[in-house]
């Protein structure tokens, strides 16, 4: 099994640029979830979708937009990029909604925008 | 609102000394849980632990060890004997049921840093 799979693992974008970043799981799990990590701010929840066809805001959502495509993929969006929003982008995927499970943790996009 | 503090931010070592990572948390909630990741150079996070709140036992997995103790709100993870490959950030997490949802949240790591 491949786990949680992310594309692309690097980008460069300039700002106003769009892009969105790809996110795929084989575990058959329901919930997904987006992070960004900055140095020395630990992991901050962007997004998360609790179950297939629904999506909730994290700590940090301004400037971000995502879509649970099926119960598999997760896409997060950035319509305008700024600065601001360079950072490594993690997906995460957990068993099942409303329980404490362990996340698993794709590879991370590491997001430059000049 | 639930917070975690990992007040180390980087911790040097030799290979074979002991080690403990620091994680103290704060909920209002009676039943939550807690967990480490470990995130190497590689950059991918890793699942090592899960503990609720019920539960304050302690673990030991090989040379890791986790010491649970709810009068002072800590979750603090002792590598014995470390090695080179034990480097990496590790990043304790609280889960609290309010509302249902258990969305963790993540203190901000602690990197260690293991010299031959």
């Known amino acids: 099994n491949a786990g949680v799979t992310q594309t692309p693992k690097f980008q460069v974008l300039k700002t106003g640029q769009s892009m969105t970043l790809q996110c795929a799981q084989d575990?058959?799990?329901?919930?997904m979830y987006w992070y960004r990590q900055d140095p020395g701010m630990g992991l901050r929840l962007i997004y998360y979708?609790?179950?297939?066809?629904?999506?909730d805001k994290g700590e940090v959502p301004n400037g971000y937009n995502v879509s649970r495509l099926n119960k598999r993929e997760f896409s997060l969006r950035l319509e305008s990029a700024a600065p601001s929003q360079t950072s490594v982008y993690f997906c995460?995927?957990?068993?099942?909604?409303?329980?404490?499970?362990?996340?698993?943790f794709g590879p991370g996009t590491r997001l430059t925008v000049t | 609102a639930q917070k975690v503090t990992q007040a180390q931010t980087e911790i040097s070592v030799v290979e074979k000394e002991d080690v403990t990572l620091d994680c103290v948390y704060e909920?209002?909630?009676?039943?939550?849980?807690l967990f480490w990741y470990k995130q190497p150079p590689s950059g991918e996070l890793v699942f090592l632990i899960r503990r609720n709140s019920f539960d304050e036992q302690n673990e030991i997995s090989g040379r890791y060890s986790w010491n649970f103790q709810k009068s002072t709100s800590s979750f603090n993870f002792t590598i014995t004997a470390s090695q080179v490959v034990d480097s990496a950030v590790y990043f304790c997490a609280l889960s609290e049921g309010a509302g249902g949802s258990y969305i963790p949240t993540f203190g901000r790591g602690t990197s260690l840093i293991v010299h031959p």
């Open positions: 979708s609790a179950s297939e066809g629904t999506t």
């Open positions: 909920t209002r909630d009676t039943t939550y849980y």
């Open positions: 575990m058959n799990h329901n919930s």
């Open positions: 995460a995927s957990s068993g099942a909604a409303g329980l404490p499970y362990e996340q698993y």
